[in-house]
């Protein structure tokens, strides 16, 4: 179950409140955890309220059925040196409150792993999204930030479609390393450098899929990759103009 509220008034139209409920069950195609495969099913059920400023206000319920397939042979999940991932879904959302007909939303992301060194990694990453049927105005898809462009701010650019892709050269400089402290008694830690190269794409319509909508960031990170195994994220990106941004984060981006 899912919670969001803007906490302010949009100039544009927007969703300002946002309750989601989901269920998710998967059926594994394989017996082995190396080469994973399963086909997942999700229900989603979606009350919105969506307006801004001067907008009427307009409320909406809806049930979203999506079906995707999932494939994962990566050698780990912290830090992959082989291996990689791959996912396709389609949901079609019914509105239940308003006159509005089906609409559906495509997803592919795929992330690829390769060692090159000892302690380093090439990863590529694509994610790609695209709406059609009669989708609301509010379902924008937006672009930038720290799970994205790390040279622009989250949500710089927007548009009913997208396509984003990363190139990651990652080094660990302090593999593994285990420790003592008391209390919390043996825990390991490591360290890695990251340089990167984003780009990516976020358009309304075939007249907007230009060339001048194509943006890229580059930049360079640190990874700490703490006892719970997880990983904290430090970045700094720049893009062609010559802003940059500063992001910090946790969890694995891919």
Known sequence: MSYYHRGD?????????????????????????????????????DKSLSGGREIEYEKMLSLSPQVGYRFDSRDSHVFPSQGGTFFSAVRATYPLNDGRSTHYRFW?????????????????????????????????IRLGGPSSLRGHPIGRFEGFHRWYGTVE?????????????????????G?????????????????TFTFDNLHGTAGLGLRLYS???????????????????????????F
């Open 9 to 45: 008034e949009p100039a544009d139209l927007q969703v300002v409140e946002r309750t989601g409920l989901n269920t998710w069950v998967g059926f594994p195609l394989t017996e082995s955890r190396i080469r994973f495969s399963q086909i997942t099913c999700n229900i989603i059920i």
């Open 191 to 207: 360290f890695a450098v990251v340089t990167f190269v984003d780009s990516g794409i976020a358009w309304y319509g075939t007249d």
């Open 169 to 189: 050269w990652r080094y660990k400089f302090m593999p593994r390393k285990v420790l003592y402290l008391p209390l919390i008694k043996a825990f390991d830690i």
């Open 227 to 253: 006892p719970v195994r997880d990983a904290l994220r430090f970045d700094f990106g720049f893009n062609g103009r010559g802003d940059y941004q500063l992001h910090f984060g946790s969890g694995i981006r």
């Open 108 to 140: 592919n992301y795929m992330r690829r792993f390769r060692h090159v060194h000892r302690n380093g990694v090439i990863a590529v990453l694509s994610d790609f999204q695209y709406q059609f049927g009669d989708f609301p105005d509010y379902s924008l």
